[in-house]
Nanobody, 117 residues
Framework: QVQLVESGGGPVQAGGSLRLSCSASGSIFSFAAMGWYRQAPGKQRELVAAITSGDSTRYADFVEGRFTISRDNAANTMTLQMNSLKPEDTGVYLC???????????WGQGTQVTISL
């Protein structure tokens, strides 16, 4: 079974940048899609960005061009570069991967992102 481990979260001031990484336990070459959700206290989990095996990308409206998702098949890693961070970007960021014939979704444990003024 695939295991995903996130890293790169932390505290940062508004306007700053963070680079989140999601490392998989095996090859991500065949993963149909990978991406990031986030969950803020008291709010529903929401999609941030996703990328397919063909490198098609999708972003939430609130990203507004500030984030870039990418995947490195050789390194079995997906990254989310986040720039111009805002306090409302605060939350736990969770990596996911859709794999196999039935597109089984696997989640990472999450990494905390805290943006302060």
């Amino acid at each position: 079974q695939v295991q995903l481990v996130e890293s790169g979260g932390g505290p940062v001031q508004a306007g700053g940048s963070l680079r989140l990484s999601c490392s998989a336990s095996g090859s991500i070459f065949s993963f149909a899609a990978m991406g990031w959700y986030r969950q803020a206290p008291g709010k529903q989990r929401e999609l941030v960005a996703a990328i397919t095996s063909g490198d098609s990308t999708r972003y939430a409206d609130f990203v507004e061009g500030r984030f870039t998702i990418s995947r490195d098949n050789a390194a079995n890693t997906m990254t989310l570069q986040m720039n111009s961070l805002k306090p409302e970007d605060t939350g736990v960021y969770l990596c996911f991967a859709d794999t196999g014939q039935w597109l089984r979704r696997t989640w990472g444990q999450g990494t905390q992102v805290t943006i302060s003024l």
